[in-house]
Structures are given as structure tokens and as C-alpha cells.
């Protein structure tokens, strides 16, 4: 049984809007106890990202977030398995990936979530390790 994306996704998704300010977005994110925040356009389709680390530098709590957001922004599709998901984070070196349907925000999926898995012990391992002999010297 695979497991898909929208299966372990947040499912309600805290966005902001590239005018909104560094204060607005970093209180949403303590509110919401959230580490990421998609930024996205009017019908929803991703602009950037937004991580609690982009926060951590000292900015000023007036600077519209679409100047601290990344744009390069990994997404994936909510109908994939799991497991594209975590080799993107890991891959990428990233924690978080944007869930689309058709081009729009749909969620959000975290190395978190992913943890939850192997958390609740519901993974199979594919392959045991081959046990190798060693060759005696002569």
C-alpha cells in the first residue's frame, strides 16, 4: 500500500500574500506554531516560500514579505507518494514542499509529517541489508 501526499499533507493552508508585512507572517507562524508559510497570488498559485529561518535574520517588522520570500519554490503534486517527497526534501536540503492540484496551493508537506511515518512504525523496509562475508587473507 503507498501512501499519497494528500494522505499526510496539512490540509489547511496558512498563506500570506506578498504585501503582507515580516511582523504579520512571523505572528501567523507563532500562532499557527508553523515553520513555513506559502506566499501566493490571487488564485492561489505559489509565488514563494517563506521559512522561519528567512525570519531569524534581523529585518525590520514593516518589510513586505516578497522581498525576504524564496522563489524558488519545490512543489509536488498531492496525488504522488510520500516517498517523492522525501527524496525532493532531501535532494533539495529543504523541510518543507508546497502540495499543488492544477497549478494551485493545496497544502503542505514537512519533513514532520514525513517523521510520522517511521513514528507509527507504518514502513516496510524494501530490501534487507546483504550481509557480506570477508575474504580471509592468505
Known sequence: MSIKIADLMAKRVI???????????????????????????PEMEVLGIVSSA????RLKDGTPIRRVMSVDVK???????VSAAAR?????????????????????????????????HRFVMKNKPAKTRKKARR
Open 75 to 81: 512543489t509536488i503534486p498531492a496525488y504522488n507518494d
Open 88 to 120: 525532493a526534501m532531501r535532494r533539495g536540503k529543504i523541510h518543507h514542499l508546497v502540495v499543488t492540484h492544477e497549478k494551485k496551493v493545496v497544502g503542505v508537506i514537512s519533513s514532520f509529517d514525513l517523521l510520522k511515518l517511521v513514528e507509527g
Open 54 to 57: 528567512d525570519l531569524a535574520r
Open 15 to 41: 498563506s500570506a500574500v506578498p504585501h503582507h508585512s515580516v511582523a504579520h507572517v512571523r505572528d501567523m507562524m507563532e500562532r499557527n506554531r508553523i515553520h513555513a508559510v506559502p506566499v501566493v497570488g
